[in-house]
Each structure stands twice: as C-alpha cells, then as structure tokens.
C-alpha cells in the first residue's frame, strides 16, 4: 500500500462518486446481493429516521501525520482542510441551543487544528457530559508543541480514545506506519503517567481496535481481555474500554479491498452478518457530524461519501436543531459495515 | 462433470445439510456451538485446535474458516502455523511410529 493519500495520488477512489458506484453497481447489481434499504425493509419501518441528537460530531480538519492504510478519512500531512472559525463558533453556537451530551472531536488528526485548545476549553464550558478527542497517540510525540497534551486533556476532562490495531508491533505498523507501534506505547505511557486509564481517576482513556485486513473484529470483550493482559505485561499500560470497530468499504480501505481482491468477499461477509437487532442503535439515529466546511452529514462515514443530510438545510449556518432530527437518513451499501455481528459504531460494538 | 469438487462457495452453503435431515442438522450445529464456546480450554484455544485438526483432516472448507476465526480472535501468523506444525509432527510421527511394526516384520522373517 502506498503511504500517500488518494487524494495526493490522484487516484481515481478519492472521487467519491467513484466509491459510491462501487457501493452501489458491482455485486450489488440487480439480482445480486441486496441493497441496504431492502435489506432493512423487513425489520425496522424504513427509510431509517435518527430519534435524537445526543452527539455531535465534528470533524475539524483532514490533515492528520499519519497516513494508515485503512484510513476512511483519506488523511494525510497533505490534507489542508480545517475548519474555519466562523464555523467552529456555529458549532458552540449549536451546543449551547439543544442538549447534545456528547462532543467528538475527529479529523485527521485534530490536535494539529491551529484553534484546537482554544476550542476545546470553550466547549468544555458548555457543560458538555462526555468530551472526546479521537487522538491517533503519534500527535503528542510528533512536535513539541503537542508533549503537553496529556496534561491539557487532563485540565479539560477530556476522553481519549485512541486507535491501536493491535498490542503487538507488526500488525500495527503494517496498517498504521513503520514505527507508529512504539511512539503509541510512550503517548500511552505518558498519558498514565497523568492518570489517564487508571482506576483511581474518572481520566478515560480507551482504545479502538479495528482489524488489520480483510475480515471482521472478533468478538469485543476477549479482545479487550487480551489487549489488557498484554499491554500490561509487556508495557505497564493500563486503559478502561477496548471498542472494537468493522473497517468501513470506503476511502483506503475500499482501495485495499479492490487492490487485494478481497471487495466482493469482504461485502459478502457484511452482508451475511447483518444483524438486525444493531439498526436502532447505529450512529446516525443520534449523531450528527459535521464537515471541516460546515456541511451537515448523518454520520462520519456519509461525511467521506459526501452524502450530506437529507434535508433543505444541510449548512450549519442555516441550522434548526428541531427541525434537522425530521429527516431520512441517508444510506448505501457500506452501512452494512455498521450493522454487522455485534455492530459497529465509533462507540464499539453495539449488541 | 464440470464443476470442481472443492469450491470456496459452498463453505457458506454448510447449514444447507439441514435441508435434507433438520432434526440431525439441528442437532450438530447445537452440539458443534457448544464445543466451541469459552470452556476449561478458551475459546482461543479451540479455533487453534481446530485449524491443526484441519490441517489433518485436510479439509480445505475448515482451514479457510479457522484461519479467518484466528484472525478476528487476534491470532497471530506464528501462533497459526505452529499449531500447523503440531498437526504435521503427529501426522509424521504416526507414520513413524509405524517403522517399529515394518521392523519387527523385517527382523523375525529375517535370517
Ligand atoms: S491516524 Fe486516523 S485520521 Fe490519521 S491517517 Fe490514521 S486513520 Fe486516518
Ligand atoms: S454508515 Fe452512517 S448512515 Fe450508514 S448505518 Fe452507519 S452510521 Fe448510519
């Protein structure tokens, strides 16, 4: 896999319109594998309509200083999109008006957002319940103007969550970069050291697992257990919850999938594991995420698909937070990524 | 005939066994669950015991299967193939061990 962005490649997937058509023709042609819409048709009163707004999501920008091959997100030191702040400022704008409890902050790698810290604090005045940062660990070595981090996060009570494809070096430098396993150890180290993941504190620090190829996460909690036991043993690092996420057809890892020939196997396999009992608890019934440019998605995912909101308003600078929920969400075939087995949210597992 | 015996398509075609005999296929696939659940052995274990008892039985539908159950459970390639590798020693050994009757043989009709 090549260790540029789409994007920089000018690779005919970082289209979006060229994802969707593989989303959308292929296997999932007339007569073959069902649609997603059909396929929920028979279990939950459809089109799917989210029921609340709890969380929001906010992607700040796409430059991130990895560049990992299943990204979704197509990051990269590349990437120049951040949000503006005017648009940050409509955000708070949107916190202080609806009772969302969750704030998530994603890019790229959002710390490298120039207004990261100022913005952070000011949402943290909002009474905000659960304030996450989604932290890729690398940031707070890669320049010494984030090795205080751990430090603002914990003034902050920020959450952390953080990837780590595996507990051991190999599998993680594969998908994430050469040596990105050993600088995760020390920002995780350096993150207990101020209490993060520790029993004796309410500093959380959990961890994101996501396959490292083309199959689905194994069940969540023997995967935390192993994580846990090995991180302990071969590093002293302690964390509270491993989520365990299925890699989404989208972005890099759908070049994987293609590149690998492993795309029709791999959908195959989602389908087949559509767990019905996941779809009232999917993201976009209650998340809304929004774009480093304001543009108003159901969920992370759609946001990369460039499938914005389905409503007359789709700005964040038009926005009416009551009459945003009465809308459809928008689908395609990679939304059997979120249904699948146990499900998968930005969250873990969700049965 | 023109189709192939072995096809990677029928693995997911394995509950059709049922079709023909529900009460037998029902029955196995509930005893065949129950094995693998987490027990005295964990259920880590297990997926290794049966990708070495795949390699025995030389059943490609298996080893397709226990090598993706081992990568979803955090099983690593070295893990893999020296599970691999205790199948092919027992599978050698008792070809071996078999050398001691060809011996015995050899040496009475010997002179
Ligand atoms: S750290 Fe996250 S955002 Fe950055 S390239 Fe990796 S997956 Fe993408
Ligand atoms: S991909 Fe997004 S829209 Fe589709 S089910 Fe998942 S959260 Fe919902």
Redesign the pocket.
């Known amino acids: 896999m090549s260790s540029k962005s789409l994007r920089s490649r000018s690779h005919r997937l970082s289209s979006t319109q060229a994802q969707l058509e593989w989303l959308e023709k292929g296997i999932f042609k007339p007569g073959g594998l069902p649609h ?1 819409a059909t396929k929920v048709n028979g279990f939950q009163d459809t089109p ?1 309509r989210p029921h609340s707004l709890d969380i929001l999501q906010l992607n700040l920008g796409y430059m991130c200083n990895q560049v990992c091959a299943h990204c979704h997100v197509d990051a990269g030191p590349d990437r120049k999109e951040m949000m503006s702040e005017t648009t940050l400022e409509k955000c708070l704008d949107l916190i202080r008006k609806t009772s969302i409890k969750t704030l998530d902050l994603t890019g790229g790698a959002p710390e490298m957002h120039p207004h990261f810290r100022e913005f952070v604090s000011q949402a943290a005045q909002l009474g905000i319940q659960d304030l996450i940062v989604r932290s890729n660990l690398t940031i707070l070595l890669a320049n010494k103007k984030y090795v205080d981090l751990p430090e603002f996060f914990k003034t902050q009570n920020v959450h952390v969550i953080s990837s780590l494809p595996f507990y051991k070096k190999d599998k993680t430098d594969r998908q994430r970069g050469s040596g990105v396993f050993l600088k995760s150890i020390e920002a995780l180290k350096r993150l207990n050291a101020v209490g993060y993941g520790k029993s004796e504190t309410n500093l959380k620090l959990d961890l994101v697992y996501n396959p490292s190829g083309a199959f689905l996460p194994g069940n969540q909690k023997s995967l935390e257990l192993e994580f846990k036991k090995a991180l302990k043993t071969d590093f002293d690092i302690d964390f509270n919850q491993l989520f365990t996420i299925t890699n ?1 057809p989208i972005s890099r890892y759908l070049e994987f999938l293609i590149a690998s020939e492993n795309y029709e196997e791999y959908m195959e396999s989602l389908v087949e594991a559509f767990n019905p009992s996941a779809l009232d608890k ?4 209650n ?1 809304l995420s929004v774009r480093w440019d304001g543009y108003m998605y ?2 992370d ?2 946001q990369m698909l460039d499938l914005k909101v389905d409503h007359t308003m789709q700005h964040i600078d038009d926005v009416i937070p009551e009459e945003l929920v009465q809308r459809n ?4 075939q ?2 059997y ?3 699948a087995g146990s499900g998968s ?1 930005c969250q873990g597992s969700v049965v | 005939m023109s189709r192939p015996y072995y096809q990677s398509q029928d693995l997911k075609k394995f509950k059709n066994i049922s079709d023909w005999s529900p009460e037998l296929g029902a029955k196995f696939f509930e005893y065949y669950n129950s094995v693998f659940e987490e027990g005295a052995l964990s259920a880590r274990e297990k997926s290794l015991i049966a990708l070495a008892v795949a390699h025995t039985v030389q059943c490609p539908y298996c080893i397709d299967a226990y090598t993706q159950d081992g990568l979803q459970r955090g099983i690593e390639r070295n893990e893999m193939m020296e599970a691999v590798h205790v199948a092919a020693a027992i599978r050698g050994g008792a070809s071996l061990v078999h050398g001691v009757q060809m011996m015995e043989v050899y040496d009475k009709r010997s002179m």
């Open positions: 997603f799917l989404m999917v993201m976009c019934t998340t159901d969920c995912f759609n969400i928008c689908v395609s990679h939304c990524g979120c249904t949210s």
